[in-house]
């Protein structure tokens, strides 16, 4: 099992309802594939660095996963054929990028709870 993260840009004409229900589309198609879910960020709604399809925002969403090296194709093909997704980028972690998220998670969940 290889660590993988991905990071998807939704539409910004998505409502609140709309957006999470497009990322439990990808969780459960993740799980499907015998996938662990470590992670899964929402990262709201932000600023792109430049237009995509003429939008100048987008829904960002992190999930962290643990899974076969041939899932990330198959997700890949699902961002692609979603509407609702206008960039994404998944990467392989290795084991310093593993314990850096564990860290970033770490530190968030304590400034959370202060």
């Known amino acids: 099992m290889n660590n993988y993260e991905t990071v998807f840009i939704l539409t910004p004409v998505l409502s609140e309802s709309q957006v999470e229900e497009a990322v439990q589309k990808f969780v459960d198609f993740l799980k499907s594939r015998d996938c662990e879910i470590v992670a899964k960020e929402n990262w709201g709604l ?12 987008g ?3 992190l999930i962290e996963f643990k899974g076969a090296g041939d899932v990330v194709a198959d997700l890949e093909t699902a961002f692609k054929r979603d509407e609702r997704v206008i960039r994404y980028l998944t990467t392989k972690l290795d084991k310093y990028a593993v314990e850096y998220a564990e860290t970033r998670r770490a530190k968030l969940k304590q400034a959370k709870s202060n």
Do not use: D, E
């Open 46 to 57: 932000k600023k792109l660095a430049y237009p995509i399809q003429l939008k100048k925002n």
């Open 59 to 61: 829904f960002y969403t």
